[in-house]
């Protein structure tokens, strides 16, 4: 009940596999604090409880996005029509850092949520639908298999493996790659039989440097657009938002990217800039630019990841294949 912007009471839950750790904070700054088992009967239990406390009140829910165990306590607070939001835990460690606060315990967590989510009111969140859901799922689990595939790839190079080791890396390397090819191909056969899904994948293609996988990635990863209010928002969410740290008049860092975003976006998108960087009119002038100004290599790879994702957010928006001429005038 009620919006975020009229949220007087602030829910802070710390989310664990078994448990949620919940803090009420108020208007007067009070905090009420009570554990609840995180199933379903604790979320029906959470959610009684935060009513009874702040009785007829708009209260904000917010905690950190931990995967399959926030996902369900944020689906039932939504379901029963309350603002809820998903933060990354990157930005509420920030702000905890930035109010001072050292105690690490789950009570102190779900408090330093609650003044998170009072002092920055994070965005409600909005739960993917269920073609997403899936599509979501299985690209996780193609990274995942991927990851193991790179780690076992690594223990190849051991000078000390036996030949029978050796084999059984070999055979499992095989079993990897084999599986996450399929759960790939798994993943964009829900793309093609969503309509919606395959329309966006088409635009993001159309983007040099963006190629099937990448493209799946971000129709998981990134919110539909008409969640996002614009590009720099989109690059924001993946964490490729520029941070520059200044203190006085003489103390002055590297600006630097946030990385305060989801970092499996983030990951997917390095290796396709370097693509795009070689191949794509837009990205390939503006890395050759910010080198030529004499940015460090590094920082011009992130510039462009951040540009790429704006690049995506823009034909998804404007539902236009990718120009270059239109793209370098918006962004470039």
């Not at 009471?9 to 750790?21: N, Q, R």
């Not at 904000?60 to 931990?66: D, G, I, L, Q």
């Not at 600006?255 to 997917?268: C, D, E, P």
Request: charged share 25%; proline share 7%.
């Amino acid at each position: 009940m009620g919006n975020a912007s009229t949220a007087s009471h602030f829910a802070g839950i710390d989310v664990s596999k078994a448990t949620l750790d919940a803090g009420l904070l108020g208007p007067g700054g009070a905090t009420r604090a009570k554990r609840f088992a995180n199933d379903a009967r604790g979320h029906a239990a959470l959610l009684a409880w935060a009513d009874r406390h702040a009785p007829g009140a708009a209260v904000h829910f917010c905690m950190e996005a931990t995967g399959p165990y926030s996902a369900a306590i944020a689906t039932f607070l939504h379901g029963a029509g309350r603002v809820v939001s998903v933060a990354n835990p990157a930005r509420v460690r920030a702000h905890m850092r930035a109010c001072g606060q050292a105690n690490k315990t789950d009570p102190a967590d779900a408090r330093a949520i609650a003044t998170f989510c009072r002092d920055r009111r994070p965005r409600p969140w909005v739960p993917p639908s269920p073609e997403v859901r899936q599509l979501q799922g299985l690209v996780r689990r193609r990274d995942d298999l991927r990851r193991m595939a790179a780690a076992e790839k690594a223990r190849l190079d051991a000078p000390d493996l036996t030949p029978a080791a050796r084999a059984s890396i070999a055979r499992a390397l095989r079993f990897l790659s084999r599986e996450a090819d399929r759960v790939q191909a798994e993943a964009e056969a829900v793309v093609a039989a969503t309509p919606g899904l395959a329309a966006d994948c088409e635009l993001l293609e159309s983007v040099k440097g963006v190629g099937r996988q990448t493209a799946t990635t971000v129709l998981a990863e990134l919110p539909p657009v008409g969640q996002l209010p614009s590009a720099e928002s989109a690059a924001a969410y993946c964490g490729l938002a520029p941070s520059e740290f200044t203190s006085g008049k003489s103390v002055r860092k590297r600006t630097r990217l946030s990385k305060a975003g989801n970092a499996r976006l983030r990951a997917a998108l390095y290796l396709p800039t370097l693509t795009a960087i070689r191949f794509n009119p837009v990205l390939k002038a503006f890395f050759e630019r910010l080198v030529a100004a004499g940015k460090p290599r590094m920082q011009a790879v992130g510039a462009c990841m951040r540009k790429l994702v704006m690049l995506c957010y823009g034909v998804l928006k404007n539902r236009a294949p990718f120009d270059p001429a239109w793209s370098s005038r918006k962004i470039g």
